[in-house]
């Protein structure tokens, strides 16, 4: 009985914990990403300190498309003050975001989730989604979809977690 009691109460933390994974508040799961640009590997948890917004994408998504200029002005605007942008492509097929990059250019670093493990492990639910990660590794906003009325918010959710400092051992 004491077994069954003990398998029961393991099962049942393990589900919540899955089941909570890229939720706010939370500490943001690994996710390593192919570059869509070379052959390198990145990991998010290699930008602690900074503010990470993480974007993932497809080629197919018109709101997608429509949030591209936001992401790049975003970078360029805010990257000195710590924000790294990492736009993650969803397609099955590398030519597919290749030929939508052409169309909407990307000045933000691109990884690519083939595994869609980073998908899975954040819960992704939606084209776009859009996590904002603290500097100490806290998931701190979920944003699903794009629309223009979103970038005003989207950008006071940024600056106050630029403005908030690193506080040690956190999310490491």
């Known amino acids: ?26 500490i943001s799961p690994p996710c390593t990403l192919s570059s869509l640009t070379s052959e390198q590997k990145t990991d998010v948890k290699q930008y602690a300190g ?31 003050e710590g924000l790294v942008v990492i736009g993650v492509n969803m397609d099955e097929h590398v030519a597919d975001a290749t030929d ?3 169309r909407y250019p990307a000045e933000f670093l691109l990884a ?3 595994t869609k493990q980073c ?5 992704v639910r939606a084209m ?9 590794g806290v998931i701190r906003y979920v944003h699903l979809g794009f629309r223009s009325g979103d970038r ?11 403005a908030e400092p690193v506080m040690a051992n956190q999310g490491q």
């Open 1 to 26: 009985m004491k077994r069954i009691l003990c398998f029961t109460s393991l099962a049942f933390i393990s589900f919540n914990a899955i089941a909570s994974a890229g939720e706010t508040g939370e």
């Open 50 to 80: 900074q503010v990470v917004y993480l974007d993932f994408w497809a080629s197919w998504c018109p709101p997608c498309a429509k949030s591209f200029p936001f992401l790049n002005q975003l970078h360029r605007d805010l990257q000195a």
């Open 100 to 102: 939508f990059l052409q």
């Open 112 to 114: 690519s989730d083939q």
């Open 119 to 123: 998908a899975t492990d954040l819960n």
């Open 128 to 136: 776009p989604s859009s996590y904002l990660i603290d500097r100490n």
């Open 152 to 162: 005003e918010q989207l950008l006071d959710q940024v600056q106050q977690l630029l």
